[in-house]
């Protein structure tokens, strides 16, 4: 699947991933930044970037974005999204509490995931 932004931007995604019900929570509704503001000049986190639609979003006002995001798949379809944006820096791994490894049990949907660690589920977005 794939977005088209009027201002050439091209999203893509596995067809699962529900692109456009997360573009327009983020891009239209403002989900993720309805009580704060990305201040201009900051720098954003973004924790479980999936294909990168918050981080697009952020870096429009950003002066950089770090996108974190552990499953190979979704990280390559970052990738593609956002290399004609330079203030985006990419990270295949995810965030935890503690430095370590982790499984990463990609068995249900594209857009969540759960780490296991030591068989306690820790659970991703």
Not at 42 to 64: C, E, M
Not at 92 to 118: E, K, M, Q, W, Y
Request: aromatic share 10%; net charge positive.
């Amino acid at each position: 699947k794939a977005l088209h932004r009027r201002d050439g931007t091209k999203i893509v995604g596995a067809g699962e991933t529900q692109l456009w019900n997360h573009y327009n929570d983020i891009w239209n509704h403002r989900s993720y930044t309805k009580y704060f503001e990305i201040p201009a000049d900051g720098v954003v986190l973004d924790v479980g970037a999936n294909v990168g639609v918050f981080s697009l979003f952020a870096a429009r006002k950003a002066r950089l974005v770090h996108a974190f995001e552990p499953s190979l798949t979704n990280f390559e379809y970052l990738v593609a999204n956002t290399r004609k944006t330079p203030n985006i820096m990419v990270h295949n791994f995810a965030i935890g509490s503690a430095n370590g490894h982790a499984t990463l049990d990609l068995s249900g949907s594209p857009t969540s995931c759960t780490l296991v660690d030591n068989g306690t589920p820790r659970y991703c977005v």
